[in-house]
């Protein structure tokens, strides 16, 4: 089974957070994953780039409380 | 007649917050403070929808988010896409892999994220890497990251093809990737 270049999963990590995706694209997710570091560090940090944006209103000054 | 003052007291004291939430998102200070102000007028006049919920921030800032889409929906209208959002191109960020796909640069692992979430200075690190975002760009990505809507709504409130809202989503993640890796996680000294 052929893997999909980093390229195509870097496009696809970026979709799965915006969308269902489908059983065969995450299968092909983490296949490449298994073999590939930089597209798993590249996942771990979108996700944490999402998380990072979530607490962004947050982290300013709060002094009012 | 006018809603109890300790009602009013008690919004008025969410003001820095929203504006800040605001601000962030609308990158202008002016629109934030429009919006504020509309989200605190409908919250003076909605009172009674407040009731029973315990939380006063949430209640306020579900709020806000709505008079955020509609100044992102007014102003996107007058503004035209800028060079930097490109239409749904990928040729520049092409530049991240060689031929066969492969990363040029394999990203390396960040040294413990978790403790950036801590820090202050990694937030103000984060806005400005989400200020060098081409304007819509941002917008884009903030609607959907911070605001929780979902691409197809986005597509529809910034009137762009769903294939251009993607490529848009895409663009703003490697980039901030990219700007974070630069200004904070390869620079130790910036964490201390």
């Given at each position: 089974m052929k893997l999909l270049p980093c390229r195509e999963v870097s496009r696809?990590?970026?979709?799965?957070?915006?969308r269902e995706l489908g059983f065969g694209e995450r299968v092909a997710l983490r296949l490449h994953f298994v073999v590939c570091e930089g597209c798993r560090n590249f996942n771990r940090q979108m996700h944490?780039?999402?998380?990072?944006?979530?607490?962004?209103?947050?982290?300013?000054?709060?002094?009012s409380h | 007649?006018?809603?109890?003052?300790?009602?009013?007291?008690?919004?008025?004291?969410q003001r820095a917050y929203l504006?800040?939430?605001?601000?962030?998102?609308?990158?202008?200070?002016?629109?934030?403070e429009d919006a504020v102000q509309e989200a605190l007028l409908a919250a003076l006049a909605g009172e009674q929808g407040f009731a029973g919920r315990s939380n006063l921030r949430t209640w306020?800032?579900?709020?806000?988010?709505?008079?955020?889409?509609?100044?992102?929906?007014?102003?996107?209208?007058?503004?035209?896409?800028?060079?930097?959002?490109?239409?749904?191109?990928?040729?520049?960020?092409?530049?991240?892999?060689?031929?066969?796909?492969?990363?040029r640069d394999p990203p390396a692992g960040w040294d413990n994220p978790d403790r950036a979430l801590e820090q202050k200075q990694f937030f103000s690190a984060l806005e400005t890497?989400?200020?060098?975002?081409?304007?819509r760009t941002a917008r884009a990505f903030l609607m959907r990251e911070h605001l929780?809507?979902?691409?197809?709504?986005?597509?529809?409130e910034l009137e762009i093809t769903s294939t251009n809202c993607w490529v848009m989503l895409y663009r703003a993640r490697v980039t901030l990737r990219q700007c974070l890796e630069t200004t904070w996680f390869s620079d130790p000294g910036a964490r201390r």
């Amino acid at each position: 089974m052929k893997l999909l270049p980093c390229r195509e999963v870097s496009r696809l990590v970026s979709q799965g957070l915006g969308r269902e995706l489908g059983f065969g694209e995450r299968v092909a997710l983490r296949l490449h994953f298994v073999v590939c570091e930089g597209c798993r560090n590249f996942n771990r940090q979108m996700h944490f780039l999402r998380r990072a944006i979530r607490e962004l209103p947050d982290s300013g000054d709060d002094s009012s409380h | 007649m006018s809603p109890p003052s300790n009602f009013r007291a008690q919004i008025e004291s969410q003001r820095a917050y929203l504006l800040r939430y605001a601000r962030v998102q609308l990158r202008n200070a002016e629109a934030a403070e429009d919006a504020v102000q509309e989200a605190l007028l409908a919250a003076l006049a909605g009172e009674q929808g407040f009731a029973g919920r315990s939380n006063l921030r949430t209640w306020l800032t579900g709020i806000l988010k709505h008079k955020i889409v509609d100044a992102m929906r007014r102003s996107s209208r007058e503004q035209p896409l800028g060079a930097g959002d490109a239409e749904a191109v990928l040729s520049d960020l092409d530049a991240l892999f060689v031929e066969d796909g492969h990363w040029r640069d394999p990203p390396a692992g960040w040294d413990n994220p978790d403790r950036a979430l801590e820090q202050k200075q990694f937030f103000s690190a984060l806005e400005t890497c989400l200020g060098r975002l081409p304007a819509r760009t941002a917008r884009a990505f903030l609607m959907r990251e911070h605001l929780g809507l979902e691409t197809e709504e986005i597509c529809k409130e910034l009137e762009i093809t769903s294939t251009n809202c993607w490529v848009m989503l895409y663009r703003a993640r490697v980039t901030l990737r990219q700007c974070l890796e630069t200004t904070w996680f390869s620079d130790p000294g910036a964490r201390r």
